[in-house]
């Protein structure tokens, strides 16, 4: 936690709200109201040094979203931290925000107590999120994260093979790399095909080179 004043700015076209977190920010210990505006439109030529430390940010704002705005005072004021404040949860406005710049994902109903201590958290470097906004984020890595590749149960021996195969290597060249006759890779291949359930060298090649067997 700072010392110091945290000084917060909010984005946010309900007037009870911005109304609301103005209040909370002034009698709150540490921390101090910077500025509230109803829409991007109003706010981005006033968000200017001196800056605010955090930026709450509606993203469902009339005019330009929250999301766009985002964007571009991340563009213009690196250092500056963006939060988001919305009634919203889906994947797709989640992701777009942290994608343009978001440092951390809070929903509306977030207990005032929970609210200070996420203004406090980013301004020390961390990225505060709502629990159930934290699933999902956690949920989308893990659709983005690279699938393993099938486990078709190549030997090393037969990964190789495979490797020279997607080089262009014939049989008898293919042997000389790996010490073999050719007719010994011709059987390993053979092994392959079963393994892979494909007919020919050029079908194992690209289904390899698809899946993640071989680079």
């Avoid at 209040?23 to 981005?44: I, V």
């Avoid at 994947?91 to 929970?114: H, S």
């Avoid at 699938?147 to 997607?166: C, F, G, N, V, W």
Wanted: hydrophobic residues 45%; proline residues 7%; glycine residues 8%.
């Amino acid at each position: 936690m700072t010392d110091r004043v945290i000084r917060v700015a909010v984005i946010e076209d309900r007037p009870d709200i911005r109304e609301a977190l103005e209040l909370l920010l002034d009698e709150t210990e540490g921390l101090a109201f910077a500025g509230a505006w109803g829409s991007m439109e109003e706010a981005l030529p006033r968000i200017a040094p001196p800056l605010p430390d955090v930026v709450l940010v509606d993203i469902g704002l009339p005019g330009m979203s929250g999301i766009e705005g985002i964007r571009i005072l991340a563009r213009r004021h690196p250092a500056l931290i963006l939060l988001v404040l919305s009634i919203y949860a889906e994947d797709q406005r989640i992701f777009d925000a942290l994608c343009a710049g978001a440092t951390g994902y809070l929903v509306k109903n977030t207990p005032p107590d929970e609210l200070i201590d996420a203004l406090r958290q980013a301004v020390a470097g961390g990225s505060p999120m709502s629990p159930q906004i934290a699933r999902r984020v956690i949920g989308l890595f893990r659709e983005l994260a690279p699938k393993s590749p099938p486990d078709y149960h190549l030997t090393p021996h037969e990964t190789r093979l495979l490797r020279l195969m997607a080089e262009g290597l014939h049989y008898r060249t293919a042997g000389e790399r790996l010490g073999v006759t050719a007719s010994t890779v011709s059987f390993h291949l053979q092994q392959i095909y079963r393994k892979l359930q494909v007919q020919t060298k050029s079908e194992a090649v690209a289904k390899a080179l698809r899946e993640g067997l071989i680079e």
